[in-house]
């Protein structure tokens, strides 16, 4: 059974920075790319940022971009979101995603496949 | 960027109706539209992926259509627990992702 376990919100400052983590299991998880999206208390779904099977690849939001940095680990099956100089919009409930990608067919196919079940940041004075 | 927009925002309906969400895309996507279905406290769901294919698993009362900037996603015969959260997401532009802002079915 795939399982993505994300770790590490809390209570934060504006300004602050926190590292959350995710734990994959139950599939091979460099062989995918992975997600992290947020949804902010009541809100709708936003994509924050995107990193390749290799940890090559990095991609962002621009709401986050130049502060906040995505890593994996392979060896430890794990994905992080370093968040830096947080503010009052970052609060939200982080989740992090597979990407399912395949090229194979006449169009290429991409979706948020397997989703964790959230860890929350609230970033307040 | 690209920007989805997602009517109506809230819907009643009554179980058995048949419901018809709608997307539209602030440019061309082809078929590059995925639907999910979140309940609340749940992560979202993959229900349709690249316009109108359906997900393993996901009932037949489901479909999606539509192509370029207009799509939908319809229910042929609302179930109990149909009542959720359902957003739009294209995937057509490289690595950056957008959803629309949900449409909230809700029990009339």
């Known amino acids: 059974e795939v399982q993505l376990v994300e770790s590490g919100g809390v209570v934060v400052q504006p300004g602050g920075s926190l590292r959350l983590s995710c734990a994959a299991s139950?599939?091979?998880?460099?062989?995918?790319?992975m997600h992290w999206v947020r949804q902010a208390p009541g809100k709708g779904l936003e994509w924050v940022s995107l990193?390749?099977?290799?940890?090559?690849?990095?991609y962002y939001a621009d709401s986050v971009k130049g502060r906040f940095t995505i890593s994996r680990d392979n060896s430890k099956n794990s994905l992080y979101l370093q968040m830096n100089s947080l503010r009052a919009e970052d609060t939200a409930l982080y989740y992090c995603?597979?990407?399912?990608?395949?090229?194979?067919?006449?169009?290429?196919?991409?979706?948020?496949?397997?989703w964790g079940q959230g860890t929350l940041v609230t970033v307040s004075s | 960027d690209i920007q989805m927009t997602q009517s109506p925002s809230s819907l009643s309906a009554s179980v058995g109706d048949r419901v018809t969400i709608t997307c539209r895309a602030s440019?061309?996507?082809?078929?590059?539209l995925n639907w999910y279905q979140q309940k609340p406290g749940k992560a979202p769901k993959l229900l349709i992926y690249?316009?109108?294919s359906l997900q393993s698993g996901v009932p037949s009362r489901f479909s999606g259509s539509g192509s370029g900037t207009d799509f939908t996603l319809t229910i042929s015969s609302l179930q109990p627990e149909d009542f959720a959260t359902y957003y739009c997401?294209?995937?057509?532009?490289?690595?950056?992702?957008?959803f629309g802002q949900g449409t909230k079915l809700e029990i009339k």
């Open positions: 995603a597979s990407n399912y990608y395949d090229s194979s067919g006449y169009q290429v196919i991409e979706y948020f496949q397997h």
């Open positions: 139950g599939f091979t998880f460099d062989d995918y790319a």
């Open positions: 990193i390749s099977w290799d940890g090559g690849s990095t």
């Open positions: 440019q061309s996507i082809s078929s590059y």
């Open positions: 690249a316009a109108s």
């Open positions: 997401q294209q995937s057509y532009s490289t690595h950056m992702y957008t």
